[in-house]
């Protein structure tokens, strides 16, 4: 197996198939013949240091039946332990790859995949086997099907959940309670990984945070602007410490700063554009600056319309 090519400055190098629309099954294509508006996914998968689960992730995506088309982008971010030579094989099978030049944090490589996604939603999926790529149909059901074009993946209705300790469920739980106060909702798990977001919303988002806060910054956000996500049972299987977990407990105290200073901050508006959704569209209007909207001014302040 050949050695990705060197890195190269902030542009990060990218390696990619002609074809990135890695996964279309015959779900997908029975979707198309029942007409209505069409639902692409970008699942975007931010990986550091995890050569030992990384291999076993990206084969579970691949093999799930999705009922629309699937594009997966993994973002390298500056793994140092041969992760990127697992990386370069699936780059060959359809798959894009970014490359950071170096350790920059899981929201930076979120957002870099975020820029290269060419689907209408997107899904943050972790490389670290904590969560199933089986659950993600049931995630897009409610978009596909017009009843929600924001959908969380909620670990507390999961059926088969395992957290690593009392205090990590215990401090997710009081988290998602400060959320919910803050900001008048009722969400059971914010801290989920698997959060189903248009494209172009995500982009329009007013998203500064580099690390694990920006989970809790889009989080927030969305809860700010009005968007309340639809939630649906997901399973879980929570690593330790000793297994690779890279949560601790001041990540919850920063997650707090965060949902405080979004809920004294204006509220970032509704999205631009179409979202595709089986039954409905909600209309955006693009940035005023042209950009890709991830740092958009206050312009790009929209309103949800009917269709």
């Given at each position: 197996m050949a050695d990705?090519?060197?890195?190269?400055?902030?542009?990060?190098m990218e390696t990619a198939t002609e074809s990135s629309w890695c996964t279309r099954t015959a779900s997908a294509e029975r979707s198309d013949?029942?007409?209505g508006?069409?639902?692409?996914l970008s699942i975007v998968m931010p990986?550091?240091?995890?050569s030992e689960t990384v291999a076993s992730a990206l084969d579970r995506v691949l093999a799930v039946d999705y009922p629309c088309p699937v594009e997966l982008i993994v973002v390298d971010d500056g793994s140092t332990d041969g992760t990127r030579n697992i990386l370069a094989d699936y780059a060959s099978r359809g798959v894009t790859v970014l490359l950071q030049p170096f350790n920059r944090g899981k929201g930076s490589a979120v957002t870099r995949g975020a820029r290269k996604a060419t689907g209408t939603h997107m899904l943050i999926l972790d490389a670290d086997l904590e969560y199933h790529p089986s659950d993600i149909p049931s995630l897009l059901a409610p978009v596909l099907s017009g009843i929600a074009d924001h959908v969380f993946g909620s670990r507390v209705f999961g059926f088969n959940t395992r957290f690593p300790s009392f205090r990590f469920a215990v401090g997710g739980r009081l988290t998602t309670l400060g959320a919910n106060l803050l900001f008048d909702s009722c969400l059971t798990d914010m801290h989920t990984c698997l959060k189903l977001i248009p494209v172009q919303h995500f982009r329009s988002l007013r998203l500064s945070e580099s690390g694990f806060g920006l989970d809790t910054e889009m989080t927030a956000a969305l809860l700010r602007s009005?968007?309340?996500p639809y939630?649906?049972?997901?399973?879980?299987?929570?690593?330790?410490?000793?297994e690779g977990k890279k949560i601790s407990w001041w990540d919850g105290v920063e997650c707090l700063r965060l949902l405080a200073a979004a809920r004294l901050r204006k509220p970032p508006g509704l999205p631009v554009g179409p979202f595709a959704t089986g039954a409905n569209v909600v209309a955006f209007v693009a940035p005023a600056d042209g950009g890709d909207g991830l740092l958009s001014d206050e312009s790009a302040q929209v309103a949800r319309v009917a269709p």
């Amino acid at each position: 197996m050949a050695d990705p090519a060197p890195e190269v400055g902030d542009g990060d190098m990218e390696t990619a198939t002609e074809s990135s629309w890695c996964t279309r099954t015959a779900s997908a294509e029975r979707s198309d013949a029942e007409g209505g508006d069409m639902v692409l996914l970008s699942i975007v998968m931010p990986v550091y240091n995890e050569s030992e689960t990384v291999a076993s992730a990206l084969d579970r995506v691949l093999a799930v039946d999705y009922p629309c088309p699937v594009e997966l982008i993994v973002v390298d971010d500056g793994s140092t332990d041969g992760t990127r030579n697992i990386l370069a094989d699936y780059a060959s099978r359809g798959v894009t790859v970014l490359l950071q030049p170096f350790n920059r944090g899981k929201g930076s490589a979120v957002t870099r995949g975020a820029r290269k996604a060419t689907g209408t939603h997107m899904l943050i999926l972790d490389a670290d086997l904590e969560y199933h790529p089986s659950d993600i149909p049931s995630l897009l059901a409610p978009v596909l099907s017009g009843i929600a074009d924001h959908v969380f993946g909620s670990r507390v209705f999961g059926f088969n959940t395992r957290f690593p300790s009392f205090r990590f469920a215990v401090g997710g739980r009081l988290t998602t309670l400060g959320a919910n106060l803050l900001f008048d909702s009722c969400l059971t798990d914010m801290h989920t990984c698997l959060k189903l977001i248009p494209v172009q919303h995500f982009r329009s988002l007013r998203l500064s945070e580099s690390g694990f806060g920006l989970d809790t910054e889009m989080t927030a956000a969305l809860l700010r602007s009005g968007i309340r996500p639809y939630e649906v049972p997901v399973t879980y299987n929570g690593r330790t410490a000793s297994e690779g977990k890279k949560i601790s407990w001041w990540d919850g105290v920063e997650c707090l700063r965060l949902l405080a200073a979004a809920r004294l901050r204006k509220p970032p508006g509704l999205p631009v554009g179409p979202f595709a959704t089986g039954a409905n569209v909600v209309a955006f209007v693009a940035p005023a600056d042209g950009g890709d909207g991830l740092l958009s001014d206050e312009s790009a302040q929209v309103a949800r319309v009917a269709p």
